[in-house]
């Protein structure tokens, strides 16, 4: 069936430091992933998003990569700061389904001054 | 523009009891949707509306869960009778069309005592 996961639920950075959140999926049909930042007694917030025929894609500080031949998804961000401390999802949009999203189980970031 | 917005963001029952939980969607977005995580697990689809329709709401747990959307504006989840299980928080998002980016409210957090 189809799933979303993570490999580590925790990971605590110094500040300034990069953080590698890493995500694995099973659906090899899948075309479109996206990672959300949930803070605390917040909704998920879209931070950046990657069709399947892509393998990179930066966005500020924020850099996804796909690699396809092993379902595998991760999310680097570069000098990582006390803001950044979240849990973080990566999701899959099924665009033959409407669009719903399937979460991955979440990634804890701690950041430490 | 305002976001998606949740009332109420934290409600506390007893189990048998009645909740009703209601998004108001970004104005103008069609597609709404609900989503629940439980106890630190994943964020899980419930259901998918576009406009006052239910395109599918295959995620959703049992028939003491119904979900309207009369008008095709805000939309209610409605829990009855609430069960112990039923605790965590649940989540609204809205979009303009099925593959555009989900917006999600800050969730209402759900306990069942």
């Known amino acids: 069936g189809e799933s979303v996961g993570l490999h580590l639920p925790t990971l605590s950075v110094q500040e300034g430091d990069n953080s590698i959140i890493n995500c694995a999926y099973s659906n090899s049909a899948s075309d479109y992933f996206i990672w959300y930042k949930q803070e605390s007694g917040k909704g998920p917030q879209f931070i950046i998003d990657?069709?399947?025929?892509?393998d990179k894609r930066q966005g500020q500080r924020v850099t996804v990569l796909l690699n396809k031949t092993v379902k595998h998804l991760s999310l680097q961000i570069a000098a990582t700061q006390p803001g950044d401390s979240a849990v973080y999802f990566c999701a899959e949009l099924l665009y033959n389904q409407g669009g719903k999203l399937i979460f991955g189980q979440g990634t804890e970031l701690s950041v430490k001054p | 523009e305002a976001g998606v917005t949740q009332f109420p963001s934290h409600s506390v029952i007893e189990k048998g009891q009645t909740v009703t939980l209601r998004c108001d969607p970004i104005?103008?977005?069609?597609?709404l949707y609900w989503y629940r995580r439980v106890m630190g697990k994943e964020i899980k689809f419930l259901l998918h509306?576009?406009?006052?329709?239910?395109?599918?709401e295959s995620g959703m747990p049992n028939n003491r869960f119904l979900a309207e959307r009369t008008g095709g504006t805000y939309s209610t989840l409605k829990v009855q009778p609430a069960e112990l299980e039923d605790s965590g928080v649940y989540f609204c998002a809205s979009s303009q069309g099925g593959k555009s980016s989900q917006h999600f409210g800050d969730g209402t957090r759900l306990s069942i005592l």
């Open positions: 990657i069709r399947s025929n892509m």
């Open positions: 104005s103008g977005h069609d597609n």
């Open positions: 509306f576009v406009k006052e329709s239910k395109q599918d």
